[in-house]
């Protein structure tokens, strides 16, 4: 008897191990592809815009057609403004109405609709499945609207309830940002290598031994990023950040027992720590993989700055897979500083997304990428981001495909890469 109970227990707690790591993967995949965090079950619909233009309830028409009863809220917003999933559900509904213009319904469970209208573009289709925070659309004006906003509403039972006794538009919220440059997996990968090897109080060797910050120290020095030799002035010398914020390469810093700073570990994601331990031979001490919480940290640091976010690699890598035409790495890279030469002129726009999305530019269907991009176009917008790969097309800022350039007959007026040639002003 007792031994069957051990099985039922042990098959228990295997099979908890097992959905955890599964919920840690899943995890870890939405924040590589970039989403947003709230505080609250229903989230804020548009993060980045708070004010409330017109209430649930009754209401004067504010243009022809506009319903007096309103259904919902609508939130002001300018045009092209992430629009995310209130709570986690299948979408029903992503299509073109007269009325709700470009709009979106989301079944969350057998109570709850949620409703997102008026947008300008839609990034998901009938029957995905999306997760709360995902972008799902880009804010407009199409339908009956009198101006650029996002209308949200719930249905609960098949009634339509005021959408602030379930969102906050005081909520907190956050953009992730993991995997922001290619550098932090690089260098966790990096560190990984040494697991197992000796703890040396003094030492800086990754193979020989070393002791805490000669570990960190070491692995930072391997990509080009100098920084003390100390626990203590590597804390200091750091930008401080929150453990919400914790990127992996980040560091995490502990105290002793006199409150002195004396130990640091790096950061690699999915709740833990690679670090140099102790001189207890391994996996006891040495260079081991720990517990985020195995000790309470006094402070958190940043070295890793990068020069662009999870959404400007989003919008590039959409872009990129979109309007390239062949499988040249070299044409992937011209389109993508396309996109980099905009962003650095007047009037195209001052962000990647900004560029990306301003109407009458980029024409491909580049929305259906922007959630699922496909590696090549990922890496290669990355190369273009972080400036490694070379630019073959120096301020150009226009391109149309090599077949439409030689039908106009401007084929040579530009630089053909990678089927589109490439012109410094519109020429059609």
């Given at each position: 008897m007792d031994r069957i109970l051990a099985w039922i227990i042990g098959g228990f707690f295997g099979f908890l191990l097992i959905f955890c790591a599964i919920l840690g993967s899943s995890f870890e995949e939405s924040e590589g592809n970039g989403y947003y965090y709230g505080t609250k079950e229903w989230m804020w619909p548009v993060p980045e815009c708070r004010t409330i233009s017109s209430y649930f309830g009754k209401r004067n028409s504010p243009t022809a057609g506009a319903s007096t009863d309103h259904r919902g809220i609508d939130i002001a917003c300018q045009e092209g403004t992430d629009v995310v999933a209130s709570k986690g559900g299948t979408v029903t509904v992503a299509e073109a109405s007269a009325s709700e213009g470009n709009w979106i319904a989301i079944k969350h469970d057998e109570h709850f609709v949620s409703y997102y209208m008026h947008n300008s573009t839609l990034l998901v289709s009938a029957g995905d499945t999306v997760s709360r925070g995902q972008v799902i659309a880009l804010s407009g004006n199409t339908g009956i609207s009198s101006g650029p906003h996002s209308h949200f509403s719930i249905l609960k039972d098949g009634k339509y309830v005021d959408p602030l006794k379930y969102v906050d538009p005081k909520e907190e919220i956050i953009y992730s940002t993991t995997a922001t440059t290619g550098i932090r997996k690089e260098m966790v990968a990096y560190a990984?290598?040494?697991?197992?090897?000796?703890?040396?109080?003094?030492?800086?060797?990754?193979?020989?031994?070393?002791?805490?910050?000669?570990?960190?120290?070491?692995?930072?020095?391997?990509?080009?990023?100098?920084?003390?030799?100390?626990?203590?002035?590597?804390?200091?010398?750091?930008?401080?950040?929150?453990?919400?914020?914790?990127?992996?390469?980040?560091?995490?810093?502990?105290?002793?027992?006199?409150?002195?700073?004396?130990?640091?570990?790096?950061?690699?994601?999915?709740?833990?720590?690679?670090?140099?331990?102790?001189?207890?031979?391994?996996?006891?001490?040495?260079?081991?993989?720990?517990?985020?919480?195995?000790?309470?940290?006094?402070?958190?640091?940043?070295?890793?700055?990068?020069?662009?976010?999870?959404?400007?690699?989003?919008?590039?890598?959409?872009?990129?897979?979109?309007?390239?035409?062949?499988?040249?790495?070299?044409?992937?890279?011209?389109v993508g500083y396309v996109v980099m030469n905009r962003v650095n002129a007047k009037g195209f726009g001052s962000t990647v997304k900004e560029v990306v999305t301003a109407k009458g530019q980029f024409n491909s269907p580049w929305n259906k990428y922007l959630n699922k991009a496909p590696d090549w176009a990922l890496k290669s917008a990355r190369a273009v981001l972080e400036g490694t790969a070379a630019n073959p097309i120096g301020n150009r800022c226009y391109f149309i495909s090599a077949a439409y350039a030689k039908q106009l007959g401007i084929e040579k007026n530009g630089i053909n890469v990678g089927d589109n040639v490439f012109y410094e002003k519109c020429e059609w």
């Open positions: 990984k290598q040494f697991i197992g090897n000796k703890y040396v109080y003094g030492g800086t060797s990754l193979t020989n031994g070393a002791d805490c910050s000669g570990f960190t120290m070491r692995v930072y020095e391997h990509f080009d990023i100098k920084i003390p030799r100390t626990a203590a002035e590597q804390y200091h010398a750091s930008e401080k950040i929150e453990k919400k914020d914790l990127l992996p390469g980040d560091l995490l810093f502990y105290t002793d027992s006199s409150g002195q700073i004396s130990h640091v570990t790096m950061y690699i994601g999915n709740s833990q720590v690679i670090h140099a331990s102790n001189s207890k031979p391994y996996p006891e001490g040495g260079i081991k993989i720990s517990d985020i919480g195995y000790r309470k940290p006094c402070g958190y640091g940043r070295y890793i700055k990068a020069a662009y976010s999870e959404q400007d690699l989003k919008y590039m890598a959409a872009c990129i897979a979109a309007e390239s035409l062949s499988t040249s790495k070299e044409g992937q890279h011209a």
